[in-house]
Nanobody, 122 residues
């Protein structure tokens, strides 16, 4: 397993932008695909986006396509999620996770961050 620490959440108005980050411990960050998940109030946790180890292949859930961008900087052990044109439906706790198997959207995860709250006001 790996320690994952998210940051960058906060309160933003509808139509605004936010970038959340996730820093991983250890030396194996660049060996694994990574993903962002979210859990909205009263809902199950869902996959938002995923990225392969090199950053050349990505996956997005339909509801965020064209608005969110996942990226990674392997030299900094950091995963990012740029979120644009946010709406109240995007309000959730956002988690980064290390993917060890499976295929989109049903990934196998071995490590989770603690989560960062994103709140979009109307």
């Amino acid at each position: 397993q790996v320690q994952l620490v998210e940051s960058g959440g906060g309160l933003v108005q509808t139509g605004g932008s936010l970038r959340v980050s996730c820093v991983a411990s250890g030396r194996t960050f660049n060996a694994y695909p990574m993903g962002w998940f979210r859990r909205a109030p009263g809902k199950e946790r869902e996959i938002v986006a995923a990225i392969n180890w090199s950053g050349t292949n990505t996956y997005y859930v339909d509801s965020v396509k064209g608005r969110f961008t996942i990226s990674r900087d392997n030299a900094k052990n950091t995963l990012y999620l740029q979120m644009n044109n946010l709406s109240p439906a995007d309000t959730a706790v956002y988690y980064c996770a290390r993917i060890i198997g499976g295929t989109a959207p049903n990934y196998d995860i071995d490590s989770w961050g603690q989560g960062t709250q994103v709140t979009v006001s109307s």
